[in-house]
């Protein structure tokens, strides 16, 4: 059901921006869903545009684009910064999996490849927001 809420906000959102910046068309609408965000783009898809539907003439040609953004880890201790998908390659399949569904447990399984502190945070890849919205005024 989550998709669903996730789809919801994304129009509502679309909705106000069009309004506020006054497009009587929205041709494009750039979504970012984080690499740690676990969301089923299937439904995801469906959700937008049966939510999509009560608004036809302003997003009757709007184009959704659903990009990834890769996560990105950062040592609190000596400040590097990796990638998570470079993290996980030496982990087995269901710890990678666990780590989807509860990136906090990331500390259990991943060291800083610098120092290998178990200190380190999120820094991005999580969620998931609009990146733009274009249209015609
Ligand atoms: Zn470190």
Redo the contacts with the bound molecule.
């Keep these: 059901m989550h998709e669903w809420a996730l789809a919801d906000a994304v129009i509502t959102t679309t909705l106000k921006v069009a309004e506020n910046e006054g497009l009587k068309e929205i041709s494009e609408i750039i979504v970012k869903i984080g690499e740690l965000q676990t969301i089923d783009t299937e439904i995801f898809n469906f959700a937008l545009k049966e939510v999509m539907q009560p608004q036809k003439k302003l997003l009757e040609n709007a184009k959704i684009k659903i990009k990834s953004e890769k996560a990105i880890l950062k040592?609190k201790?000596?400040?590097?910064e990796w990638l998570f998908k470079n993290a996980v390659k030496n982990l087995s399949e269901d710890e990678t999996e666990s780590l989807h569904f509860i990136p906090e447990t990331a500390h259990v399984y991943l060291r800083?490849p610098?120092?290998?502190?178990p200190d380190?945070e999120i820094i991005q890849g999580r969620g998931i927001w609009i990146d733009s919205i274009s249209g015609e005024r």
């Design positions: 040592c201790v000596c400040k590097h800083c610098k120092c290998n502190s380190f």
